[in-house]
């Protein structure tokens, strides 16, 4: 019977030690490390539990608000960091939902400081500043879990400085034409390409050359007005006796030079001293009045 007692007395002593650590509902405990982070813990020994939230106040009787509900209500043991409170200073209660709708309002308490179950060391070489957290073996693992993700340092976004903007430079043999964009370039290469014969050449990672369409020019003479192998100049006319002719000469650049008003004759030849240097000549034929053939011919060298 003695045995029994002091086994009895013992078991009490031992309930009564652990519930020193952590309040059973619906009691709870508040404690803060200093940090401006409350941490409000409990143990649950309700057989059944809907919801468990946690609120705030500023003071200890009205105007609280909730700040959170707990993911699963019917843990053993469970608590919550609040890492957003204005101060220390602040009251705490819980709202507890049991079965059948029935409900009851936990006293309100302040945080009390509490350096037992947390302490923040700085490490002796640290790469990133960062706190090494210690947590003893009075916190749950589901609790250091949540208090280590609090105490963890927000990193600082990583802002990629934008790119230079790029151009090209477009150029015609040795002159700058333009500077266009780089995110214009291949709309400018279709332009080139679908609206032009000029072709584009990339004569650098940032320069293009752009080298314009010349068409080869070929000649043929005309069979009025032509050149002989003297170098002297045959205009042949087989209708002069029954239509009027007339003819005009211009230089290279179009100038006037010379004009016959009337073609006589079938076949006329001019000498080429008439045209004072050798190089191309253009002339305009004329029938009746009307332009009959616009074209050039050579005089050669003597």
């Not at 009895?8 to 508040?30: D, G, K, M, Y």
């Not at 400081?113 to 706190?131: E, G, I, M, R």
Request: with cysteine.
């Amino acid at each position: 019977m003695r045995k029994l007692a002091a086994l009895l007395i013992l078991l009490i002593c031992t309930l009564f030690t652990t519930s020193r650590a952590q309040e059973v509902l619906p009691n709870f405990t508040v404690v803060t490390k200093g940090n401006k982070k409350v941490i409000i813990s409990w143990t649950n020994n309700y057989p059944v539990v809907k919801q468990i939230s946690i609120q705030r106040s500023k003071d200890s009787t009205r105007g609280f608000t909730s700040i959170l509900s707990v993911a699963d209500p019917t843990a053993q043991q469970n608590g919550i960091v609040d890492a957003k409170a204005p101060d220390e200073k602040q009251f705490y209660r819980l709202f507890i939902v049991q079965d059948s709708g029935k409900f009851v309002f936990s006293k309100s308490k302040r945080p009390i400081l509490d350096t037992a179950k947390v302490v923040v060391n700085k490490p002796q070489q640290s790469t990133d500043n960062a706190p090494r957290v210690i947590i003893t073996e009075k916190v749950t693992p589901k609790q250091a879990e949540e208090i280590k993700e609090k105490l963890q340092p927000v990193p600082e976004p990583v802002v990629k400085a934008p790119e230079p903007e790029k151009f090209f430079f477009i150029k015609k043999r040795d002159t700058l034409v333009a500077t266009i964009n780089a995110r214009e370039i291949k709309k400018f290469r279709d332009s080139v390409i679908t609206k032009t014969k000029d072709t584009i050449a990339f004569a650098g990672s940032d320069t293009i050359l752009l080298k314009p369409f010349v068409p080869k020019e070929i000649y043929k003479p005309s069979k009025f007005v032509y050149t002989e192998k003297d170098g002297n100049i045959r205009v042949n006319v087989p209708g002069a006796p029954l239509h009027h002719y007339s003819i005009k000469f211009f230089d290279e650049k179009s100038e006037f030079l010379f004009d016959i008003t009337e073609v006589k004759e079938p076949v006329v030849l001019i000498d080429k001293v008439n045209f004072l240097r050798s190089g191309w000549y253009k002339f305009e034929l004329y029938e009746d009045g009307k332009l009959k053939e616009k074209h050039k011919f050579f005089v050669p060298k003597d």
